[in-house]
């Protein structure tokens, strides 16, 4: 799959985490940034990887913040994408089934990696019935 990722400066680090994982899984990554270290405002970077789904240069998004909650905010301001915050992989499931969701949203101050790569890998495999 062709997955886009983006993220404000508290998520760095989650956001490599995550692509490095999904390119080891055979998914092609795109990372929308930011670099490491840069102070930036996360709707820039929500609405970014909004664009990138909705034009469909990627099938899916990940979009990452402190909380999960501003970003996925700036991602539903496109009316092309549907993001939806989550913080296992029950919501993951559900989002993809019931609400057709094309961007996840996850908060890196909240949630551990194992536990991100679980909901991901749970969004990217479910399909909307």
Same mark, same amino acid.
């Given at each position: ?30 990372? &929308?940034?930011?670099? @490491? ?11 970014? &990887? ?28 496109? @009316? ?25 949203? &996850? ?23």
């Amino acid at each position: 799959m062709r997955i886009a990722i983006a993220s404000d400066h508290a998520a760095t680090d989650l956001k490599a985490l995550l692509a490095e994982w999904l390119m080891e899984e055979g998914h092609e990554v795109a990372d &929308l940034g930011p670099e @490491p270290g840069a102070s930036v405002d996360y709707p820039d970077y929500g609405y970014k &990887l909004a664009e990138v789904v909705a034009e469909g240069t990627a099938e899916f998004g990940i979009a990452l913040c402190g909380s999960g909650i501003g970003i996925s905010i700036s991602v539903n301001r496109h @009316p092309m994408a549907r993001s939806a915050l989550v913080s296992e992989p029950l919501s993951a499931a559900l989002a993809r089934e019931h609400n057709n969701a094309n961007v996840i949203a &996850l908060g890196a101050r909240l949630i551990g990696v194992e536990i991100a790569k679980s909901c991901v890998a749970t969004f990217l495999n479910t399909e909307f019935a």
